[in-house]
C-alpha cells in the first residue's frame, strides 16, 4: 500500500495548491477544510457556480496521487497494484448500532459495555471517530465517556466517516432541537432543498449536515418524513416524546441495517457481526434460507437473513418500536410505482434519459472529500463517467480492474477508450488468484453473508486500490444491469412471457427441474 506519510504528502498538496480561482460550493468547502488558517476564504452560497475543473474539485483532487508513467497504481512499492491483506485500513461507510434492553429480562449483562463492542466491530466503517449515547435505568442520559459499564435501557451507537460538514459538529449520535436523538448511515442527497424549505418555516440549523436535516423533518412531519428523502440511509431514532424508536431504510435498500430480538430485548446494526454480541444471539444456520441459496442463489430477497436469529429490515421499510411494551410494527413507506408506458421518440426518450442520469449524478456528488468513478468498460459505468465529467466540468478520475491474459473478461481497452473521450484521468487495478486466496478470510468476515460471484472479489480489490489513495466516495455502475438488460435471463424472461400459457407452463417446469438439478450439485460438492 501507498505509505502512510505518502498519503499525508498527498492531502497536504490537496490544502496548499492554487486555492484561488474556482469558487464552486464543493472545492470552495474543501478549501475551508483543508486549508492553512492564513490561506482560508470563506465558503460561496449554496447553489454558487459550477466548478471549473479547479485542482481541488473532488473529482479532479486526485491528480497528485502517486502512480506510475503507465499509469498503474503502486500499492506496495515495486508493485503494480498487487493486494496486499487490507481490512484495517479500507473504510467503506459509517456504522451504526442501537439496542433496547426489556426491563424485566433476566441476567442481562451490562448493556453499555455490549453497545461499545458492537459499535467498535465496526471501526472499518467509520475511522474518523466513534460517539455514544445511552439512557440508564436510574433516568440519567450518558453521552460519550459516561457510557462504561452501566445497564442501559437504551443505547445509541455510531462510528463516523467523514463526508459532509468536515467539523465535529457533524458528530452522531445526534442530538436534535426537540431532544430526539438519531444515529445515522448514508447521505439525503435533496438534504439542500429540504433545509432551504425547513429554515423558511423557521428551524434553526446548527451544521451543515444532511443528518440535522433528518431530525428536523422528523420535528415538523414525523415518521412519514422518509417519504420526503431521495438518498441512500439507514438510520434509527428515539423519539422520547412518542417514547418510540423509529428505524428506516431507504427505498431500494442501498444502505444494510440488520436486527435481531431475543427475549433481552432487540438491537440494529449496520452488520450482521455486532449482533452476534447481544445474548441470546447465535450464528445458526436457517435450512430453509442454505437451500434458496444453494437452489436459486437468492441472498437477499426476503427479510430473512441465513441466520435463524438475524433479520434485515427491507428497503422501503419503517420500523416502529414501543419503548414502553416492546410492541414492534414495519410499515412499508413506498413501492416502485406502476408507471404508464410512454410513447417517445428515441430522440426524446434519449435526451429525458440523459437528463436523469445527469441529475442523478449530480446529486450524488454533493461530497466534501474527494470522488472517484468505477469504470469497467461496460454501458452501465460509461454512462456514469460521461455524466460525472458533463455534470463537473473536469476530468474526472477512473479506476478500472485489467486482466492481460484473459482477453475474454478483460474490457480494460473499453474503458481506456471511455477515459480517453472524456480526458479521463485513468487507473488500473490488477486482481489476482493469490489476491482471492489471501483475501479469503478479510472479505468473508466483512460480507458475512454468502455471495454468488468472484465479481465481488474484483469489486473488493477495485476499492482497495481507491481507499489507498485515500479516496472515501466512489461512483460505480453496479446495478446498472438491472437497467439496461445485462443478463441474458432478462431477453429469456420476455420470450417466456410471449409463449402461450400451457408452453409457458411447461418452460417453467423444466426452469424448476434444472434450478433443483444445480442444486443438488452444489449440496454434493459441500
Given at each position: ?17 492554487e ?24 465558503a460561496?452560497?449554496?447553489?454558487s457556480?459550477?466548478?471549473?475543473g ?46 433496547w ?14 453497545l ?73 442527497y ?11 418555516s ?15 423533518a ?8 422518509v ?26 435498500g ?23 454480541e447481544?445474548?441470546?444471539?447465535r ?8 437451500g ?22 427491507r ?11 416492546g410492541a ?13 408506458d ?9 435526451e ?9 449524478v ?9 470522488v ?12 456514469v ?19 492481460p491474459g484473459?482477453p ?8 481506456a477508450?471511455?477515459?480517453?473521450t ?14 482471492v486466496i ?21 469489486h ?8 489507498a489513495?485515500g ?6 455502475g453496479q ?23 400451457p ?7 423444466w ?6 438439478g444445480?442444486?443438488?450439485l ?5
Amino acid at each position: 500500500m501507498v505509505p502512510r506519510r505518502e498519503v499525508s504528502r498527498v492531502d497536504r498538496e490537496w490544502g496548499r495548491s492554487e486555492l484561488g480561482p474556482c469558487r464552486c460550493i464543493r472545492c470552495a468547502t474543501l478549501i475551508r477544510q483543508l486549508s492553512p488558517p492564513s490561506r482560508r476564504c470563506a465558503a460561496p452560497p449554496l447553489d454558487s457556480d459550477p466548478c471549473h475543473g479547479h485542482t481541488t474539485c473532488p473529482l479532479a483532487r486526485l491528480r497528485d496521487v502517486p502512480r506510475r508513467r503507465d499509469g498503474w497504481i503502486n500499492l506496495v512499492p515495486g508493485r503494480a497494484a498487487r493486494l496486499d491483506p487490507w481490512p484495517r485500513s479500507v473504510t467503506i461507510v459509517c456504522g451504526i448500532v442501537a439496542l433496547w434492553a426489556r426491563r424485566d429480562a433476566p441476567d442481562t449483562p451490562s448493556t453499555a459495555r455490549l453497545l461499545r463492542r458492537a459499535t467498535e466491530r465496526l471501526a472499518h466503517r467509520g475511522p474518523d471517530g466513534e460517539g455514544y449515547v445511552g439512557w440508564s435505568v436510574d433516568g440519567r442520559l450518558r453521552c460519550g465517556a459516561e457510557v462504561t459499564d452501566q445497564h442501559l435501557w437504551l443505547g445509541l451507537g455510531h462510528r463516523r466517516l467523514k463526508i459532509l460538514d468536515l467539523s465535529d459538529a457533524g458528530r452522531q449520535p445526534m442530538q436534535g432541537l426537540a431532544q430526539r436523538w438519531i444515529t445515522f448511515n448514508g447521505e439525503i442527497y435533496n438534504y439542500r432543498e429540504l433545509r432551504r424549505e425547513l429554515a423558511s418555516s423557521g428551524y434553526a440549523f446548527r451544521t451543515g449536515t444532511d443528518t440535522e436535516v433528518i431530525l428536523a423533518a422528523y420535528d415538523a412531519w414525523g415518521p412519514e418524513c422518509v417519504r420526503r428523502f431521495n438518498g441512500m440511509w439507514a438510520f434509527v431514532l428515539y423519539d422520547p416524546e412518542r417514547r418510540r424508536v423509529i428505524a428506516s431504510r431507504d427505498r431500494l435498500g442501498v444502505k444494510p441495517l440488520y436486527y435481531a430480538a431475543t427475549a433481552h430485548g432487540i438491537m440494529f446494526a449496520s452488520e450482521v457481526g455486532p449482533l452476534l454480541e447481544w445474548p441470546g444471539v447465535r450464528p445458526t444456520i436457517a435450512m430453509s434460507r442454505l437451500g434458496r441459496y444453494l437452489v436459486d442463489r437468492h441472498i437477499d430477497d426476503a427479510a430473512e437473513t441465513i441466520y435463524r436469529d438475524i433479520r434485515e429490515l427491507r428497503g422501503g421499510h419503517t420500523l416502529e418500536l414501543d419503548v414502553e411494551t416492546g410492541a414492534m410494527r414495519i410499515a412499508r413507506y413506498w413501492e416502485l410505482p406502476e408507471e404508464p408506458d410512454l410513447e417517445l421518440e428515441d430522440e426524446t426518450a434519449l435526451e429525458r434519459f440523459s437528463e436523469l442520469i445527469e441529475d442523478a449524478v449530480r446529486l450524488r456528488l454533493h461530497a466534501d472529500v474527494p470522488v472517484a468513478i468505477t469504470l469497467s468498460g461496460g454501458i452501465d459505468s460509461s454512462v456514469v463517467t460521461v455524466a460525472a465529467s458533463r455534470v463537473t466540468g473536469c476530468s474526472v478520475n477512473t479506476f478500472t480492474s485489467r486482466f492481460p491474459g484473459d482477453p475474454a473478461v478483460d474490457e480494460s481497452r473499453y474503458a481506456a477508450q471511455v477515459a480517453a473521450t472524456r480526458g479521463a484521468e485513468a487507473h488500473y487495478v490488477r486482481p489476482s488468484t493469490d489476491g482471492v486466496i489471501s483475501e479469503e478470510v478479510a472479505l468473508t468476515l466483512h460480507q458475512a453473508l454468502p455471495f454468488t460471484s468472484l465479481s465481488l472479489y474484483v469489486h473488493w480489490a477495485i476499492l482497495a486500490a481507491i481507499r489507498a489513495q485515500g479516496v472515501p466516495v466512489v461512483l460505480s455502475g453496479q446495478g446498472g444491469d438491472e437497467m439496461f438488460l445485462g443478463y441474458d435471463r432478462y431477453h429469456a424472461s420476455a420470450l417466456l412471457h410471449a409463449l402461450p400459457n400451457p408452453a409457458r407452463a411447461a418452460a417453467g417446469l423444466w426452469r424448476g427441474a434444472h434450478a433443483s438439478g444445480r442444486g443438488v450439485l452444489r449440496l454434493a460438492t459441500m
